[in-house]
């Protein structure tokens, strides 16, 4: 809400001061107030619990909102790029006063915004706050060119910033882009080195083999994993033990769901046949 209400004023501001600059930040925060809305409906979403169709929960509807975060603000940072390269053969020299006003209250909005989503551990909470963390730079970053402007009267700055603006948010969208594409693809985790846990159970007593290990993320923070522990001729006691010990395993090298199947060393588990 409080970018909706700011992004209809630097609309204003930006035709009020000629300065492409502050509608480039503008039509930014068009995707963002979409973008945002979007996110904080599919967090919503992403808190209910496992059912008969989501065996895993939603949770990935968390993640959901960062990946369409990152794809609207590519497209409108390539718009603003086609806009704004052209203003470089005749650049107009905007309201100095009027675009100094607006940066100094666009980095109060969007620093209390991003003040309010800091801290979050999805993909979506941290594509919004990201977000709103650019925009906070980027308006510093037109207060600044607004001072020289009115000191220099180099007009040129201001679509040089739009464009600054344009390529710093278009590097991050596609990081994000990039990142929700692999969680999308259940690509393993950077945060998790799969021969470091094959080493790490395998130096628990009793497991001979670990083979079929297989790891992703639902939403970006939330890692499941799952793996099959050959064995040493062992009692169910022994069995259960050792499921118990390589859980706490994986658990300290931040896998926080882990499906474990035990096998015999005679013991064919079929995926030969797959």
Known sequence: LLNLVFTAVEVVG??????IAVLTDAFHDV??????????YLQQVATKGRDARYSYGYGRYSMLGGWLTSVVLIAGAIGMLVMTLPRLKDPATPDTAGMIGIALFG???????????????????????LHLLEDVLGWAAVLVGGIIIQFTSWAIIDPLLSLAISCFILYNAIGTFRKGTGILMQQTPSTVDMQAVRTRLLALP?????????????????????????????????????????????????????????????????????
């Open 14 to 19: 930006g035709w009020w001061t000629g300065s």
């Open 31 to 40: 995707g963002d107030c979409l973008v945002l809305g979007t996110a904080w």
């Open 107 to 129: 980095l109060a909005m969007n620093g209390l915004a991003a003040w309010r989503l800091q801290g979050g551990g999805t993909l979506n909470e941290r594509g919004a706050y």
């Open 206 to 274: 009793h497991i001979t083999d670990v083979h079929d290990q297989h790891t992703w993320t639902l939403d970006g923070s939330f890692i499941v994993h799952t793996v099959h522990l050959v064995v040493a001729d062992v009692d169910l006691q022994l069995a259960l033990a050792t499921k118990a010990a390589a859980r706490a395993t994986m658990h300290e090298m931040g896998i926080h769901h882990a499906t474990i199947e035990l096998e015999w060393a005679n013991e064919r588990c079929g995926l030969e046949h797959h």
